[in-house]
Structure formats: C-alpha cells, structure tokens
C-alpha cells in the first residue's frame, strides 16, 4: 500500500510523491533530478541530505495537503 507524502527541501513544500515509504519517496524524487543513490545521505527514515540541502518527506492525512512544517 503507497502513501501520499509531501517533500520538502528545509521547509520549502516542493512536491507530493506516492510510496510505500518516506525514504523510497525521498529517493524517487532526487533519482528524478538525476542524483545517484551513492551522492544522498540518509538522515532519517524521513530525511535525507544532497549536496547541503535537507529534504524531508512528511505523510499527508486524509489526501489533503499538510500544513504541519518538518
């Protein structure tokens, strides 16, 4: 079953991803801007980090979009 998750990048909401996980979303996206997995730094089941910047994957409830901030 995949989950709808919202990406941020710091606290930046960049975009929504479906996936089983909030890592396997996390890389879906950076895989998407042409990073290969050995460049991510996992941080977290929900964080990870590419070139300084920290990316965070957050699950929405009930399909709307969150406005908790990571």
Do not use: N
Not at 10 to 39: K, M, N, V
Not at 42 to 48: A, C, P, Q, R, W
């Amino acid at each position: 079953m995949t989950t709808t998750y919202q990406l941020y990048s710091g606290d930046r909401p960049i975009e929504l991803r479906e996936a089983f996980t909030a890592r396997h979303a996390l890389f879906d996206y950076l895989r998407s801007l042409g990073c290969a997995d050995e460049d991510i730094m996992k941080l977290g089941t929900d964080s990870v980090s590419w070139r300084g910047a920290v990316y965070k994957a957050v699950p929405l409830s009930s399909g709307q979009p969150s406005d908790e901030r990571p």
